[in-house]
């Protein structure tokens, strides 16, 4: 077990947040107190794992006065990890989460010069691209790497982007059946009060589902792509079908 202790600066640096910010949260309660060696306050690797938690919440939106209701009703019942894991586990990202930022010109290039306003404007919609001033910022280099080719092998930019329209409602279809049927046979099955044990037997349960789920959606899709190619390659077939001389 780690025993290390902190002096208020050093945890402060640790964390990576300002020293005024750890005192605000002390003053919340946010943090539990101190052990005390005289004047000096000595914080344990628990107020350190803390500040982490509190940093985590922050960044998936949370409030503090949401998160100080949270570790209060940890103190309550259990450990805050118990309470959050399971929704955690959930809602953790699934799409790639780095972005890339683009001049126009930039992007234009990469694009064969199909970008327009009415594509950025489009683009923005779908969520792909935040624009920040001058520069573009591309909320998926996957999806822009993917697109690029597209582009390049002829296919225009105003196409695809109308094609991902359909795309995303095919895949929001797909999504809501994957959770009702998580939420339908694996939540119906806890009661009003689930206990520490079965929020975490859920929570790994439904971290494990993950990759299930991705290889189900690429195994359909790849089956949908072997029927509909089978068909075109038989047009294609027709078409290039040598004459007899």
Excluded: C
């Excluded at 964390?15 to 943090?31: D, K, N």
């Excluded at 103190?75 to 683009?102: I, K, M, N, Y």
């Excluded at 895949?171 to 009661?191: I, K, P, Q, T, Y």
Aim: aromatic share 6%; proline share 4%.
């Amino acid at each position: 077990m780690d025993d290390r202790e902190y002096r208020v600066e050093e945890l402060a640096a640790e964390a990576g947040i300002p020293v005024r910010t750890l005192r605000y949260y002390q003053e919340r309660r946010l943090l539990p107190a101190p052990r005390r060696a005289g004047r000096v306050a000595l914080y344990s690797t628990s107020h350190l794992d803390r500040l982490r938690l509190i940093a985590r919440l922050l960044d998936r939106g949370y409030r503090l006065d949401g998160i100080e209701e949270l570790l209060a009703a940890a103190g309550q019942r259990q450990d805050v990890t118990e309470l959050l894991g399971f929704e955690w586990a959930a809602a953790a990202p699934w799409s790639e989460r780095g972005t890339v930022a683009l001049s126009l010109d930039e992007l234009s290039e990469l694009l064969d010069g199909q970008v327009t306003a009415e594509v950025l404007a489009e683009a923005a919609e779908l969520g792909h691209i935040t624009l920040d001033g001058d520069r573009v910022v591309v909320n998926s280099p996957r999806l822009l790497d993917a697109t690029a080719q597209l582009v390049r092998a002829g296919i225009p930019l105003p196409a695809i982007l109308a094609v991902t329209w359909e795309l995303e409602a095919a895949f929001d279809r797909m999504a809501f059946s994957f959770v009702e049927l998580v939420r339908g046979h694996l939540l119906g099955r806890l009661g009003d009060e689930p206990s520490p044990d079965e929020l975490d037997r859920l929570a790994e349960l439904v971290g494990r589902m993950r990759p299930v789920a991705r290889t189900v959606a690429d195994e359909h899709f790849a089956r949908a792509m072997d029927r509909r190619l089978s068909k075109e390659v038989a047009r294609i077939r027709q078409r290039i079908r040598p004459t007899r001389r």
